[in-house]
């Protein structure tokens, strides 16, 4: 079993940048892809970025690309959401998680049903 650990959340004014990081512990990571979703208020979970057990690929939702990048370090266990240009918009509990034990190498999944565990999430709130 994975437990996963999210932080770096809090408030920020519009075009700031925050940088979340996603401690994981308690099984393998390395083989697992991996990605990031958020909910806001009110609202359906919805999908914002993933990457390959490797780091080679990733893919993004259209309301993040350009603005924000994900990636990971296999060593530290960690897997981590570069944000920038923030929007108020982008306000919600950002959630990551990993898909099954052993993802093909390029492999990359956006729908939940794909992923396998789930941290507790971290707030990100930005100000207009």
């Known amino acids: 079993q994975v437990q996963l650990v999210e932080s770096g959340g809090g408030l920020v004014q519009a075009g700031g940048s925050l940088k979340l990081s996603c401690a994981a512990s308690?099984?393998?990571?390395?083989?697992?892809?991996a990605g990031w979703f958020r909910q806001a208020l009110g609202k359906e979970r919805e999908f914002v970025a993933a990457?390959?057990?490797?780091?080679?690929?990733?893919y993004y939702a259209d309301s993040v690309k350009g603005r924000f990048t994900i990636s990971r370090d296999t060593a530290k266990n960690t897997m981590y959401l570069q944000m920038n240009s923030l929007k108020p918009e982008d306000t919600a509990a950002y959630y990551c998680?990993?898909?099954?034990?052993?993802?093909?190498?390029?492999?990359?999944?956006?729908?939940?049903?794909?992923?396998?565990?789930w941290g507790q999430g971290t707030q990100v709130t930005v100000s207009s």
């Open positions: 998680a990993v898909g099954p034990l052993t993802s093909p190498s390029g492999t990359v999944y956006y729908r939940p049903q794909n992923f396998v565990y």
């Open positions: 308690g099984g393998t990571f390395s083989t697992r892809a």
């Open positions: 990457v390959s057990r490797n780091g080679g690929t990733t």
